[in-house]
């Protein structure tokens, strides 16, 4: 596997539903982002972790809750979403946070539909 | 607060034809990317560019940056289907831990 990886790519779930999507970066990289990818909207950062601390947390309910066992591994678990949380999730790593570092290499997303 | 704001939303075009992208951002930065994204998959860098009248140049596609009027352009020279795509500006935020603020994006489509 190369580059940044997400599973499942695609997920479907009721609002109830406890489920974590999961991302891996292979490029050797400390630093790890969630995004959130509306139609018609910017991209939305959504939490960043650097050498595993997580550094920012753009005011997520806390419905969301990442997790960063390691540099080279990022979860987002859901629990009790809403149907407007349905969007593309992506994952995205970089070198570091710092400027000159901070080149972010995407992974495919996570297509979610909350029910 | 920085905001950035791309224009057209929107382009359809037919091969051949020239147009340009533009980005404008609200506040002082020396950073700017450009990304593409082919229709459900990743975001690819296309361009860094990193200081006041940059210009960068790959293929058809040729980025600037004007920092003083705080605007990037992403201009398209004859035009081929395979550039269609939804292209992104995305500019470093000084005054927030240097996080990526993006633009909407600009769907672009090109017509054989």
């Known amino acids: 596997e190369t580059g940044v990886t997400q599973t499942p790519r695609h997920l479907v779930m009721g609002m109830t539903n406890k489920k974590s999507l999961k991302c891996e970066q292979h490029?050797?990289?400390?630093?790890m982002y969630w995004y959130k990818q509306s139609a018609k909207k910017p991209l939305e950062l959504m939490f960043v972790?650097?050498?595993?601390?997580?550094?920012e947390n753009n005011s997520v309910p806390s419905r969301f809750s990442p997790e960063c066992p390691n540099s080279s591994h990022l979860f987002l678990h859901l629990h009790t979403l809403q149907p407007e949380d349905s969007a593309l999730y992506l994952c995205a790593s970089s070198l570091r946070t710092s400027v000159g570092y901070n080149e972010q290499f995407f992974g495919p997303g996570t297509r979610l539909t909350v029910l | 607060e920085l905001k950035v704001e791309q224009n057209p939303l929107f382009l359809s075009m037919q091969e051949g034809k020239n147009y340009t992208i533009y980005c404008n951002y609200s506040t002082t930065s020396d950073r700017l990317y450009w990304y593409r994204q082919d229709p459900g998959k990743s975001l690819e860098s296309l361009f860094v560019?990193?200081?006041n009248g940059a210009v960068k140049q790959e293929g058809r596609l040729m980025a600037s940056l004007d920092t003083k009027a705080r605007l990037s352009t992403l201009h398209i020279t004859a035009a081929v289907h395979d550039l269609s795509a939804t292209y992104f500006c995305?500019?470093?935020?000084?005054?927030?831990?240097?996080?990526?603020?993006w633009g909407a994006g600009t769907k672009l489509i090109i017509k054989p």
């Open positions: 995305a500019v470093v935020h000084m005054d927030s831990n240097y996080q990526l603020i």
């Open positions: 972790y650097n050498f595993k601390e997580q550094t």
């Open positions: 560019l990193l200081s």
């Open positions: 490029l050797g990289h400390n630093a």
